[in-house]
Nanobody, 124 residues
Framework: QVQLVESGGGLVQAGGSLRLSCAAS????????MAWFRQVPGKERELVAAINWSGGSTYYMDSVKGRFTISRDNAKNAVYLQMNSLKPEDTAVYYC?????????????????WGQGTQVTVSS
């Protein structure tokens, strides 16, 4: 049973930083792509960033490019999202996700396993 547990969310002022962590268990972590999604009430979940199995390939949504960095540590079964220069519009519940692919995907349906989410609130 794959389990994903996010941590690191919280309340931060605009311009600040947060680092989200996702601890994975239940299978060989290093064999699969990982991703971070976010969702605000009333809106669809959107892909923020994704990383392939080795960490050699990444994807970012346009609005976070240059501010967010996704990384992974396969030895620790963990994936991270470093968020800098945060804006109020980054406020959302952030979810860690994984699927059955080695390569990263921008399609949410490719991600079969999800964490419980962690709230990020950016005040203006």
């Amino acid at each position: 049973q794959v389990q994903l547990v996010e941590s690191g969310g919280g309340l931060v002022q605009a311009g600040g930083s947060l680092r989200l962590s996702c601890a994975a268990s239940g299978r060989t972590f290093g064999n699969y792509a990982m991703a971070w999604f976010r969702q605000v009430p009333g809106k669809e979940r959107e892909l923020v960033a994704a990383i392939n199995w080795s960490g050699g390939s990444t994807y970012y949504m346009d609005s976070v490019k240059g501010r967010f960095t996704i990384s992974r540590d396969n030895a620790k079964n963990a994936v991270y999202l470093q968020m800098n220069s945060l804006k109020p519009e980054d406020t959302a519940v952030y979810y860690c996700a994984t699927g059955l692919l080695l390569r990263l995907s921008v399609a949410s349906q490719e991600y079969n396993y999800w964490g419980q989410g962690t709230q990020v609130t950016v005040s203006s």
